[in-house]
């Protein structure tokens, strides 16, 4: 189910060491599919990334910019293996 927009909340988070993101696309995660997060933006050692973000590769420490339905997004980030800012 898709959440409504004023269900939506932002959320500026860090890939942590043990994250199963590391080394894996937005694709190959399916995080809109599996866990409902729209990926905004990518940071990374102080810069924005240039590529697109389908084809950006995670690494511990990004820092990611998603957007996610408020109720969902704590366990989401959690599973993702990633620390809110």
């Known amino acids: 189910k898709l959440a409504e927009a004023d269900d939506l909340q932002l959320a500026e988070v860090v890939v942590r060491t043990d994250s199963p993101l590391l ?6 995660l399916r995080l809109l599919d599996r866990h409902g997060l729209h990926l905004l933006a990518v940071a990374r050692e102080g810069g924005r990334l240039k590529q ?11 820092v990611l910019l998603l957007q996610g339905d408020e109720k969902d ?11 809110p800012l």
């Open 52 to 62: 697109r973000l389908n084809a950006v590769r995670f690494r511990v420490g990004d």
């Open 73 to 83: 997004l704590g366990e989401s980030l959690a599973e993702l293996g990633c620390l």
């Open 23 to 28: 080394n894996r696309t937005v694709a190959q």
